[in-house]
Structures are given as C-alpha cells and as structure tokens.
C-alpha cells in the first residue's frame, strides 16, 4: 500500500511539473521579446514585457507555441497508446493522463486560436474577447454539472433542487460585499461555509427521506429559497425580481480583465475534475460506489450510508456554491433565475448526455449543450415559405438532441465511448 502511495504521489508530482512547464514557456518566451512599460519595474514591468506580446491581434507566438504543445503532447498521448513497448514515468504519465493534458492545454489556447482567426486580441473588446465570455459561462456550467455527477452518477442521489447551492453561492457573495462591506475573500469564503452549512441541512434533514420522496423534497428546498428571492419584502438585500448588483475588484472584474477571469474560471474547472477524480478513486469513493449500487449491502458489510451521503452532499453543495460564487463575479450581480429550476435540469441533462458516473462526462455535456446553443441561437432555417428559428425553438431542439443521443449512447457519449473501448481490446 505504501509503495502505491509513493508512486501515486510521485506521478502526481510529475504532472504537476509538466503541466507548469508547459505553461510557462510561451509565457517566458513572451515576458522575454516583449517591450516593458516604461512606467512600471520589477515584476509589473515582467508582465507588461508579455502582455505586449499576446495581447497583439491576431496570431501571437504566444498562442502559436500553446498550439504546438498541444499537438506535440496529443501525438505523445497517441504514440504511449499504440506502443505499449515505451516504459518510463513520462510514457506511464501520457498513458494515463495524456488525453486530459492535451484538452486541458487546448482550452489554454482557444482565446488565441479565436484570436488568430478574427484578427482580434484576448486582451480587448473584439471576437476572442466576447468568445471568452462565452467560455467562462461554460466552465462555470461544467463546475456545477460536475457536482451534480458526484451525487447522482457516483452516489445514486437524485436531486431535483441542487439550483439552491449555485443561487446562493451568487446571491451570497454578493450580498456580504454591497451590504456587508465585506472583502471578496472574505464574501467568497464565508459564501462557501454557508454553502457547507445548507448542504448539511438538507442531507441531515432530507436523506431520511427515500427515493422519490427525496427528490420532492428538493424541490421544494430549492422552491423555497427561489420564492424568496424574488419576494418584494426583501427587496432592498435581493432587489427582488430585478436582482442586484455590486461591486468587484478591478482584477476580478470580468468586463475589464476578462482575459484573466477566463483562466481562473478554468483553473476552478480543473480544481473541481481533479478533486471528483481523486476522491472517487479513494476508498471514500468506492465505498460511495458500494452505497449507490446496493445500499442495503454496504450497510451489511460495516458501512453508514447516511454518513456518506451526507458527505457526498455536502462536497457536491460546496462545489456548486462555488460555481455559483464565481458566476455572481463574472455577472457582478445576482437574479432569482440562479435559483430556478433550469439550473438544476441543465446539469442533469448534461450528465445524462456525458455520461452518468463517468469522469469527463458532465464536462463533455455541458460543452456541447452550451456552445451548440451559442452557435445555432441566431440560426433561421428557411424552406420554401417555412422559415425555423432555432433560437426560439430551442427548447424542442434540445429535447430532441436527448432523445437521440439516449438512443444512440444509451450509457452517455463518454460511458458508451469507454464501454466500446473496453470491448474492442477485449
């Protein structure tokens, strides 16, 4: 067991060092050739020398030397699959984990992709500028589907009211930094400690409950706090049906450092994969796994299920409080909407289109969901005099994208691309 434990940690180790050495090289190459800004020194002045350099329109070397990692390390991926003969650390490293650093370093790169393709800068107003928006909404979507795959897919809880934790993540955040006068570290830590004690709550409360019953019962939780949001007696803390605004720091401003933001919402996104993944493949998880397939068992064999599925929740509530946290920044504002029943169905249907219990499943739903929506939303249709507009329409659309892909992947697109992989090297 020790020995598993050193070479976990030794391999954890090394991808830690991969994925930073990646990184810093084209932001060295940049910090390197760029011009300084004469007004500032010392580290400002390091990072104006890059920021004049990928900050340009158009192509960047910056974005070019991303690209050129990216399929360096997507062939290396490939080459460590088809040969099994090449053994070492780094080798064992891309086998394992290859595939997820070369989309992790794809998505470091899409700003400038997008850049290069517009003529238009990350930096500033323009294509890749409005594209990242786009891409914050979805990281912070995939976050909150996350969470919701690590109680429906891996712990078997069905929740229809998981929209409470993101609502309030927002709501909260916001409300300690225009009323409380709060700073935004304190806000966010605080939100996220309500977010625990409320996820608490329900699971001690709630879990009593079995089956459907549950389900109802979150409903109606989530019911609760979404009414009063939108109640004119708290108008002057929630503004009520109009919502509020507030106040950010200027470097979490998401209109003016946008290209920042963008980056922190998916380093959160990485947090949040990386920490499902090592827990599920903890004995926490595999007991979580037992408690989902066979709960009656797992109690036979020594084990509380109500203790983990309260933790299971309670992870899942803290994880979606703080998707909801970092959505009430990049907006500076909150509205009843956070609280209402589409962002809890938006998860499931992403989870469910994924992949239930599958790791890159919920992430994998959440972006095609979003990005076809984005791309189609202005598309009309036109046949002789019938015209369809898919932005409007979209909700049919949608319903009809489920049924087909549960018909054609009926374990999700990533269960059923894994269990036909299993198949084919059997």
Known sequence: MKMAEKRATSSAGLLVLLVLGLLLIPYSHAAWTGEPDPALSGLAAVHSRAESVYCTDGRTPTGTILLVETALLALGALAAQRRSRLRGKFWDLLRGQGVYLAALLLLVSIPFLIAWNTDSSVCTRGKAFFWESIFIDVFILSVLAISYNLLFGFTGIVSFGHAVF???????????????????????LASLAIGALLALIKGVVGLRIKGLYFSLFT????????????????????????????EVPDWLNATRNRFFFYYMALFFLVFAFVLVRRLMDSPTGQVLRAVRDNEARAQMIGYNPFAFKVLALVISGVMATGAGVLRGLALKGASPNVLGLGFTFD??????IGGIGTFAGPVLGSFGLHLVEQALRDTVL???????????RWALILGLIFIVVVIVFPRGIVGSVQEWWARRRR
């Open 166 to 188: 993101f609502g309030m993540g927002a709501y909260m955040v916001g409300i300690l930094m225009r009323h409380a006068g709060w700073d935004w570290w304190a806000a966010v």
């Open 219 to 246: 409903l109606a939780f989530a019911e609760v706090f979404f009414l009063l949001a939108g109640n004119r007696i708290l108008v002057d803390i929630t503004g009520a049906e109009d919502g509020f605004t507030f």
């Open 382 to 392: 036109e046949i002789g005099q019938f015209s369809f507009n898919v932005g409007e």
């Open 347 to 352: 998860p499931l249907l992403a989870t469910i």
